[in-house]
Nanobody, 120 residues
Framework: QVHLVESGGGLVQAGGSLRLSCAAS???????MGWFRQAPGKEREFVAV????????YYKDSVKGRFTVSRDNGKNTMYLQMNSLKPEDTAVYYC??????????????WGQGTQVTVSS
């Protein structure tokens, strides 16, 4: 069983930065992990995925060059550094474990989500 807890969300002005963290309990060192987000009235969507050792990453086109996903397996924690934030990045951000690297489909385990609000 894997338990995921996100933190680091908040309110930021457009152009600002936030760093999200996802602390995991259970064995996540051998699986890919990802970030997803859900804006009001929209479906949950893929944002970024990172391989089990951190050597492979893949991003949604609209966040490439602005967001960086990383992980520290020693701390069982994944991060999402978000720079140059835009109002359209406003959403609840979710951590996911066992994310499929090839298809970006989510795995079985989800965190509770953290709200990111970007004001214009």
């Amino acid at each position: 069983q894997v338990h995921l807890v996100e933190s680091g969300g908040g309110l930021v002005q457009a152009g600002g930065s936030l760093r999200l963290s996802c602390a995991a309990s259970g064995r996540t060192g051998g699986v890919a992990m990802g970030w997803f987000r859900q804006a009001p009235g929209k479906e949950r969507e893929f944002v970024a995925v990172i391989g089990s050792r951190g050597g492979y990453t893949y991003y949604k086109d609209s966040v490439k060059g602005r967001f960086t996903v990383s992980r520290d397996n020693g701390k069982n924690t994944m991060y999402l550094q978000m720079n140059s934030l835009k109002p359209e990045d406003t959403a609840v951000y979710y951590c996911n474990a066992e994310t499929d690297l090839a298809t970006q489909r989510p795995g079985r385990f989800w965190g509770q989500g953290t709200q990111v609000t970007v004001s214009s």
